[in-house]
């Protein structure tokens, strides 16, 4: 209860600046605009739960994948691409890829594929990705306000099989299942693009507004019950999350590898972070 408590109190603190913004200052006026978190990388085996890393050699997925020696456009003078987790849960099925960081309380379901090989992929917090989704970034410059990054906002759902490819999509937005975002598209605050739509290279959605069609197209304005089915959406997957992080017994420490070691068995990656 107290976990539920603090989440929804920092939902209502997301902020819900509706203006128009160019990607730059978007990501800025989140105050959020370093593309990592500094904080020391744990390594593998020191972590204490091992398994929600999903390093096991025999499985057919890792579900984080690291790229070493390895320079992002964003941070040149960091040596390796390697996914930053705050994350609720990510599926064992899912795979994690290079420089993708997520926020808290997200969430990344079965089939997933979240890629940076070179560039930035931000999640924000609370924000779920749906079954069989791929987001990409693109591996240079796109424009010059747009470095090729993918920014997803906070509190936003992206439905099943969805592609997402150096755009942005502020907080408090519906992806519908199905839908193809080009790159350079941008959705604002508040707003739907609906299923199985294709919205263009350059297409803005502004804030409040509902977009349907291949091309997609302005249909509306939401209402206000309609932003706020947005979020309650958001809420639902945020909880769905913590069942299925508990169901697979990631909320406890696990020394399941520690068993298989001793019986001469490698599980896990070998190795530092960065190399020498």
Known sequence: ???QLTKLNITKQLANNIGKRQYCSYFENRNNNLPYNTDPIEK???SPNTSSKYFDLYNKHKTFVPFFD?????TPAITGLYPREGGEFVAPSASIIGNVNLGVGSSVWDNC???A??????IGAFTNVQDGTIIREANEPISLDHNGSTIIGDQVTIGHSCILEACTVEENCLIGMGS????ESYVEANSILGSNSILTKGSRIKSGELWVGKPAKFVRNLTENEKID???SAHSYMLNAEKAFESFGLD???????DAQQQGIQVGWKGSYFSE
């Open 1 to 3: 209860m107290i976990k």
């Open 44 to 46: 593998v085996e020191d």
């Open 70 to 74: 390895k320079n992002s456009i964003t």
């Open 113 to 115: 594929v979240i890629r």
């Open 117 to 122: 090989d070179v560039n930035y992929i931000h």
């Open 180 to 183: 193809i975002l080009e790159p």
């Open 230 to 232: 947005i979020s309650n």
């Open 252 to 258: 406890k420490d696990s020394f399941i590898y520690i």
